[in-house]
């Protein structure tokens, strides 16, 4: 036999049970369900996504900061990483671990 998990899930002899709180069996009675979201004290409105939201109206606002001298960017992958990651240099451009390991 299928088991239909979205389907709601009621006790064996029909009733609530008695180690629920009083919320959730007015809840079951009545039939109700409450979507709940998980969200963070810290949270606001505006850091919440919603699926299908339109987004084109915002913009996005990044600090850029120079290349460090401590730093290089790998020739292959193009990411900016620190010095002790070169693995190789070739022609003046520098390759990092990852791309030459």
Known sequence: MATDYDAPRKAQDGSATADAPAELQAAR???TQTALID???TD???GIDL?????S?????VTIVAEQA???TCASCFLVRHRSQV???????KYCLDCEG
């Open 87 to 93: 693995a190789k240099e070739r022609n003046g451009m």
């Open 39 to 41: 969200v963070e004290e």
């Open 44 to 46: 606001t409105a505006e």
């Open 57 to 61: 109206g915002e913009e996005l606002t």
């Open 51 to 55: 699926p299908g939201a339109d987004l």
């Open 29 to 31: 009675s009545m039939g």
């Open 70 to 72: 401590d730093e290089f």
